[in-house]
């Protein structure tokens, strides 16, 4: 059974950091390409960033490029996202998940940026 559970989420300023963090479990982790995603309020899921199986790849959404990195570390199954310079825009429930073929959804972690 796939479990997905993100941590990390909080309020903060903007211009702001947070680093959220996914545990995986019941995949073959090092096998997946993975990504992070966020629903902001009245609006449908979206892919921020996504990284390569072997994490040599990442890509971001031209709105995150800059201030967001996506990392993973393939002995914990664990895949990060490091977001710096937090916007109000920002604010959302992000999620991990694959890249592709996704798995039933976690419970997200709430993103809430102040202005």
């Known amino acids: 059974q796939v479990q997905l559970v993100e941590s990390g989420g909080g309020l903060v300023q903007t211009g702001g950091s947070l680093q959220l963090s996914c545990a995986v479990s019941?995949?073959?982790?090092?096998?997946?390409?993975m990504g992070w995603y966020r629903q902001r309020p009245g609006k449908q899921r979206e892919l921020v960033a996504a990284i390569s199986a072997s994490g040599g790849n990442t890509d971001y959404v031209a709105s995150v490029k800059g201030r967001f990195t996506i990392s993973r570390d393939n002995a914990k199954n664990t895949v990060r996202l490091q977001m710096n310079n937090l916007q109000p825009e920002d604010t959302a429930v992000y999620y991990c998940?694959?890249?592709?073929?996704?798995?039933?959804w976690g419970q997200g972690t709430q993103v809430t940026v102040s202005s």
């Open positions: 019941g995949i073959i982790f090092r096998r997946n390409a």
């Open positions: 998940n694959k890249r592709w073929d996704q798995d039933p």
